[in-house]
């Protein structure tokens, strides 16, 4: 590619250019045939802005907040795993970016980098991703410790009893790293077993498939933190969701 990027897209095929084929078919892809992944980028572009003419523009404010903390935009940084694979950094480095953008980065449980790491990198505000295990233990350490560690918000990944089928990982015979915030905690060895291991501690094995809003309750009852719900997908979740809220 010619020039410097300025689009999304095009940091998208610098990415391609750069990474190795397993680690760039990790990052962009998706379950299965990846129709929801196809989707996802077809409602974004089905999205219209109707534009009001004769409005004062001269000063544009598009700050906002989300639980009471200040951003440069409604943008966050959304939780994604192994951005050591991108950048010696990690999610050091991520963090920092966020900082430097003025905007909340959620921290991913499957991060290459510790709670501990991240949290030390800068002084911005965070939030910390998780799941709620078959072993509370675990669930409760991990949030336990992003309390401790300063991060502000604990970020509940709800729509995902069992992961979805990568077929790219799959073919490419994807290797987990080691998951430095689960050592102590559960065996972090790589393997390297035919096929991908991208599900060797994942919801086949540890995510708790009964998972409901009795277990809601449990996870704030062992932090101070509020608790928000990634994955809500329906209006009917949505409203169940804004009543036990109010409740």
């Known amino acids: 590619m010619e020039g410097e990027p300025v689009n999304v897209n095009e ?120 799941y709620v295990y078959k072993r509370r233990d675990i669930s409760a350490n991990l949030v336990q410790r992003a309390e401790r560690c300063g991060y502000k918000a604990i970020v509940l990944t709800v729509d995902s009893p069992r992961l979805g089928r990568r077929e790219k990982d799959i073919k490419n015979k994807m290797v987990n790293p080691q998951l430095k915030n689960f050592e102590g905690l559960v065996s972090t060895q790589v393997s390297t077993d035919d096929g991908s291991n991208i599900e060797a501690f994942d919801a086949n094995t540890a995510f708790d498939a009964s998972l409901s809003w009795k277990d809601i309750g449990w996870l704030r009852s062992i932090t101070n933190l509020p608790v928000l719900l990634k994955g809500v997908l329906t209006h009917e979740d949505a409203c169940v969701l804004d009543i036990k809220r109010v409740a």
């Open 11 to 130: 940091f998208q095929e610098l990415a391609r250019q750069a990474l190795p084929k397993i680690y760039y078919d990790y990052y962009s892809g998706g379950a299965e045939d990846e129709y929801t992944l196809k989707q996802n980028v077809e409602a974004f572009q089905g999205i219209t802005i109707r534009p009001r003419i004769l409005v004062d523009i001269s000063r544009i404010d598009l700050s906002t907040t989300v639980l009471g903390y200040k951003i440069s935009a409604p943008i966050l940084i959304a939780p994604s795993a192994k951005h050591k694979w991108a950048h010696p950094e990690g999610e050091v480095a991520t963090a920092r970016a966020a900082a430097a953008c003025d905007t909340i980065m959620i921290l991913s449980y499957r991060s290459t980098c510790t709670i501990e790491e991240v949290a030390s990198s800068c002084n911005a505000v965070r939030f910390f991703q998780c």
